[in-house]
């Protein structure tokens, strides 16, 4: 158990580790994509709006430096009129809100832009801003409209200022920086940024690949952990069977040979040298204890046989309910003579191809297995029919049962659900994987429905033919 947490967590952490490598390195190049596209639309623009320029003889703000003039000419007239603060500052905001909402919605610029973009195939979906740096009204003398704070110190337009305007748009890119349009009456400066609205996707695209590279990695890596870490689980359930079965195997041994040790001491003792009755019955007992070793050796090399080679059947046409009645009857007067069994059979007379032998191997595990595996007086049913070309046997008992996760694995070689607890039920974990290997060398199978505490039915499925 400690194992195998030391394992998952390594593997888990690994794969954590791996992730927070690709993610790092997917952020890296996500940013550096970012700033390329900046980059590269920067200079779009720019050749751009040379272009705009040369081919057509404008800037884009024509109408707005018409609308300018006109409006700034009675702005500045009626701003000498005034004299008193309040109104002075409240028509300078009046001022600088027409300048701010003329240069932004009247310039062409932005759409001069979008077709340029996409006459050379770029992305023409942008948001544009235009943030005023400076308004001021000439007559005889400048007034001061609006001045943004570190407009005066004329900087140019580096990168910090270019990205000045975060709270706007934080990924915006600077196409225009302080540019000055002036007429007769006033000078306007501005900054006209750009936000790509498809940015995301433009980058998405281009880092795509690395994206779809580092999944799959990421997906191989935790693929081939889960296949290593089942293929190493597997193996540890496989192993701890095997020193379950050296265990059990043992101890089966032990009981027949301890037996047949202490059955010879007392053969040799002269008190019963000189009693006939007991050699008789002591020879017996040994002659009993070999056949039961012999049993178990026999089983053993049976097991390695069934591994290298396919069941040799010997088959023949049988009456099946004829069989059923002297297998469970030969039980009853053996090990099952402490088990009430009852039987129900609807065969309508159907002769099956079987091999005896093994039919009765097959029957018999089930039927001890119900009998050793109840904590009360065993109460067997044993049901038979034939259906769709099927022929059906239940095994039904009232033993302690057996849970979900062990009804999984009971057919498999050497498994015990009892593990552990070998001293408790006696056994080998082989009896139902016989039943299981000779049900399928019939062409049939066996299947378990059980709940802990209620009991079980095992149902052998034979073809009827
Ligand atoms: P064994 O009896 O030697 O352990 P089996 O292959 O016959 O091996 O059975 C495998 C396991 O299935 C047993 O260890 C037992 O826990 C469980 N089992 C089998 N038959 C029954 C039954 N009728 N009732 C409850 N548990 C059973």
């Given at each position: 158990m400690k194992n195998r947490n030391t394992v998952l967590i390594l593997g888990i952490t690994s794969i954590l580790i791996l992730i927070s490598v690709q993610v790092f390195i997917i952020t890296g190049v996500w940013k550096q994509k970012n700033e390329l596209f900046a980059i590269r639309y920067f200079f779009f623009s720019q050749e751009a709006i040379y272009n705009i320029r040369r081919e057509m003889s404008t800037d884009g703000f024509d109408t707005v430096r018409l609308l300018l003039d006109q409006y700034s000419e009675q702005a500045v007239k009626r701003l000498r009129t005034l004299s008193d603060k309040k109104e002075l500052a409240d028509s300078k905001k009046d001022i600088l809100d027409y300048f701010t909402k003329v240069v932004n919605q009247e310039q062409d610029l932005s759409e001069l832009l979008s077709k340029y973009f996409e006459s050379r195939g770029l992305d023409k979906n942008f948001k544009y801003k235009i943030i005023v740096n400076n308004v001021e009204l000439i007559d005889n003398d400048t007034i001061i409209i609006y001045q943004k704070e570190?407009?005066?110190?004329?900087?140019?337009?580096d990168r910090a200022r270019r990205n000045s305007p975060m709270d706007i748009y934080?990924?915006?890119?600077?196409?225009?920086?302080g540019t000055q349009l002036e007429g007769n009456n006033y000078r306007l400066n501005f900054d006209y940024f750009i936000d790509f609205s498809d940015k995301q996707k433009v980058i998405l695209k281009e880092t795509s690949a690395a994206l779809g590279w580092s999944t799959l990695s990421i997906l191989l890596v935790g693929i081939m952990f889960m296949i290593t870490y089942k293929n190493l689980m597997e193996e540890k359930r496989l192993s701890n069977l095997k020193t379950d079965f050296i265990n059990n195997m043992t101890h089966e041994l032990k009981t027949p040979l301890s037996t047949i040790t202490v059955a010879g001491k007392t053969l040799e003792m002269p008190q019963i040298r000189s009693d006939d009755a007991k050699i008789l019955e002591t020879a017996k007992l040994i002659g009993k204890q070999s056949i039961h070793l012999n049993q178990l050796i026999n089983m053993m090399l049976e097991i390695s046989m069934w591994e290298r080679t396919q069941f040799q059947l010997d088959k023949r046409t049988v009456d099946i309910e004829e069989i059923m009645n002297d297998v469970v009857d030969s039980f009853k007067s053996g090990g099952g003579n402490s088990a009430s069994i009852s039987q129900k059979y609807d065969f309508r007379g159907a002769k099956v191809d079987l091999d005896v032998v093994y039919f009765t191997t097959l029957l018999n595990n089930l039927l001890s297995n119900a009998v050793k595996y109840s904590d009360k007086q065993p109460v067997i049913d044993i049901e038979g029919f034939t259906q769709d070309n099927n022929l059906y046997i239940k095994v039904s008992d009232n033993g302690i049962g057996i849970n979900k996760i062990d009804q999984k694995h009971?057919?498999?070689?050497?498994?015990?659900?009892s593990t552990g607890n070998i001293h408790k039920f006696k056994g080998l974990g082989l009896g139902l994987y016989y039943v299981k290997k000779i049900a399928e060398a019939h062409g049939g199978d066996v299947s378990v429905n059980s709940k802990p505490g209620k009991g079980s039915i095992f149902t052998v499925t034979l073809p009827n033919n």
């Amino acid at each position: 158990m400690k194992n195998r947490n030391t394992v998952l967590i390594l593997g888990i952490t690994s794969i954590l580790i791996l992730i927070s490598v690709q993610v790092f390195i997917i952020t890296g190049v996500w940013k550096q994509k970012n700033e390329l596209f900046a980059i590269r639309y920067f200079f779009f623009s720019q050749e751009a709006i040379y272009n705009i320029r040369r081919e057509m003889s404008t800037d884009g703000f024509d109408t707005v430096r018409l609308l300018l003039d006109q409006y700034s000419e009675q702005a500045v007239k009626r701003l000498r009129t005034l004299s008193d603060k309040k109104e002075l500052a409240d028509s300078k905001k009046d001022i600088l809100d027409y300048f701010t909402k003329v240069v932004n919605q009247e310039q062409d610029l932005s759409e001069l832009l979008s077709k340029y973009f996409e006459s050379r195939g770029l992305d023409k979906n942008f948001k544009y801003k235009i943030i005023v740096n400076n308004v001021e009204l000439i007559d005889n003398d400048t007034i001061i409209i609006y001045q943004k704070e570190d407009f005066s110190t004329h900087k140019p337009p580096d990168r910090a200022r270019r990205n000045s305007p975060m709270d706007i748009y934080s990924s915006s890119i600077l196409v225009r920086g302080g540019t000055q349009l002036e007429g007769n009456n006033y000078r306007l400066n501005f900054d006209y940024f750009i936000d790509f609205s498809d940015k995301q996707k433009v980058i998405l695209k281009e880092t795509s690949a690395a994206l779809g590279w580092s999944t799959l990695s990421i997906l191989l890596v935790g693929i081939m952990f889960m296949i290593t870490y089942k293929n190493l689980m597997e193996e540890k359930r496989l192993s701890n069977l095997k020193t379950d079965f050296i265990n059990n195997m043992t101890h089966e041994l032990k009981t027949p040979l301890s037996t047949i040790t202490v059955a010879g001491k007392t053969l040799e003792m002269p008190q019963i040298r000189s009693d006939d009755a007991k050699i008789l019955e002591t020879a017996k007992l040994i002659g009993k204890q070999s056949i039961h070793l012999n049993q178990l050796i026999n089983m053993m090399l049976e097991i390695s046989m069934w591994e290298r080679t396919q069941f040799q059947l010997d088959k023949r046409t049988v009456d099946i309910e004829e069989i059923m009645n002297d297998v469970v009857d030969s039980f009853k007067s053996g090990g099952g003579n402490s088990a009430s069994i009852s039987q129900k059979y609807d065969f309508r007379g159907a002769k099956v191809d079987l091999d005896v032998v093994y039919f009765t191997t097959l029957l018999n595990n089930l039927l001890s297995n119900a009998v050793k595996y109840s904590d009360k007086q065993p109460v067997i049913d044993i049901e038979g029919f034939t259906q769709d070309n099927n022929l059906y046997i239940k095994v039904s008992d009232n033993g302690i049962g057996i849970n979900k996760i062990d009804q999984k694995h009971i057919f498999d070689k050497f498994y015990r659900a009892s593990t552990g607890n070998i001293h408790k039920f006696k056994g080998l974990g082989l009896g139902l994987y016989y039943v299981k290997k000779i049900a399928e060398a019939h062409g049939g199978d066996v299947s378990v429905n059980s709940k802990p505490g209620k009991g079980s039915i095992f149902t052998v499925t034979l073809p009827n033919n």
